[in-house]
């Protein structure tokens, strides 16, 4: 019975620590600020895809009215 109740106190003990390391690591990625960049950096991706988006649409009004031209 003395075993049980030891294997049940360190089995608490670890999973304490766990958390304790675990808040820890979320505490110094937070203040790292690193997903308020890599939030900034996504926002910037989608706008440089949706810019590049429009550029290949004008192109391509841009080819089929020198097409239109040149029937003409």
Known sequence: MEF???LI?????S???VLIIA???R???DSSNTSRKL???????HYLKT???KMQHHKQQDGSKHIID???
Do not use: C, N
């Not at 106190?9 to 003990?13: A, E, K, Q």
């Not at 939030?39 to 991706?45: R, S």
């Open 23 to 25: 808040t820890i690591i």
């Open 39 to 45: 939030d900034i950096l996504i926002k910037e991706v």
């Open 51 to 53: 810019e590049i988006k």
């Open 27 to 29: 505490y110094a990625i």
């Open 4 to 6: 049980l109740w030891a």
């Open 9 to 13: 106190i360190v089995s608490l003990i």
């Open 15 to 17: 999973f304490i620590v």
């Open 70 to 72: 040149e029937k003409v």
